[in-house]
């Protein structure tokens, strides 16, 4: 696979290379269009899929390689102090770019007035268990 372009049949074409902040054969990691924390990253793979479910088990442990590196980058650039990182797996799951991502969000002190229960988020009403200890 050529370094720093995705096939054609990819949403994410074209790509512009001032966006992208790692790559390898399998996975190329630039700041998402539509940030919701300084620095917001998609790790997408190289190879066109729905799911990164649907890849071949080496490329999948192959993008979470790149999802590391990302990370590290990320941790040296923006200095954040977590992360959340995850994927929107199916149209159910809110998953609006039909080619296989993980998003790595960089977390601030105070980006959130109580930013306990994290990804539960999605569902706020069951986001809170602590409350019902």
């Not at 512009?16 to 902040?21: G, L, S, V, Y």
């Not at 980006?111 to 069951?126: C, E, V, Y």
Request: one cysteine or more; aromatic letters at 10%; glycine letters at 6%.
């Amino acid at each position: 696979m050529n370094n720093s372009a995705l096939s054609k049949e990819s949403q994410f074409a074209p790509l512009d290379p001032d966006r992208i902040i790692y790559e390898d054969d399998y996975a190329v990691a630039f700041y998402d269009r539509y940030p919701v924390s300084p620095g917001h990253t998609l790790v997408v793979a190289k190879q066109v899929s729905e799911s990164i479910f649907d890849l071949p088990v080496e490329i999948q442990c192959r993008i979470w390689h790149a999802v590391a590196e990302t990370r590290d980058i990320l941790h040296q650039r923006h200095i954040p102090v977590g992360y959340n990182i995850g994927m929107n797996d199916g149209s159910a799951a809110g998953q609006t770019v039909n080619h296989a991502h993980i998003h790595i969000i960089p977390r601030f002190d105070g980006d959130q007035l109580d930013p306990r229960g994290g990804i539960r988020l999605i569902f706020p009403d069951k986001a809170r268990y602590w409350d019902e200890e």
